[in-house]
């Protein structure tokens, strides 16, 4: 049984910043990438960062310079700055190794 349990989401004001962690626990192995991905209403799944084994990361254009991927052993974190309203959404983790596994989502509300 794997889990992501996923941390850190909440209301912010623009220009503000949030820091999201995925702890994944359980039978996971040969761990290739982990990434976030966020849905805002009526719009598509989108891959916001990603890290693959040995360090390589990469980020949606949007959010390059402002959000930060890492890693330390199974726990994925996102460091987002500079948060604007269009960052608005759930947040979900995501692990891919032999199959891909997903969080619960975390809620990120850019407001003033």
């Known amino acids: 049984q794997v889990q992501l349990v996923e941390s850190g989401g909440g209301l912010v004001q623009p220009g503000g910043s949030l820091r999201l962690s995925c702890a994944a626990s359980g039978s996971i192995f040969s761990i290739s990438a982990m990434g976030w991905y966020r849905q805002a209403p009526g719009k598509q799944r989108e891959l916001v960062a990603v890290v693959y084994n040995g360090g390589s990361t990469n980020y949606l254009e949007s959010v390059k310079g402002r959000f930060t991927i890492s890693r330390d052993k199974n726990t994925v974190f996102l460091q987002m700055n500079s948060l604007k309203p269009e960052d608005t959404a759930v947040y979900y983790c995501?692990?891919?190794?032999?199959?891909?596994?997903w969080g619960q989502g975390t809620q990120v509300t850019v407001s003033s």
């Open positions: 995501n692990v891919a190794s032999l199959l891909l596994y």
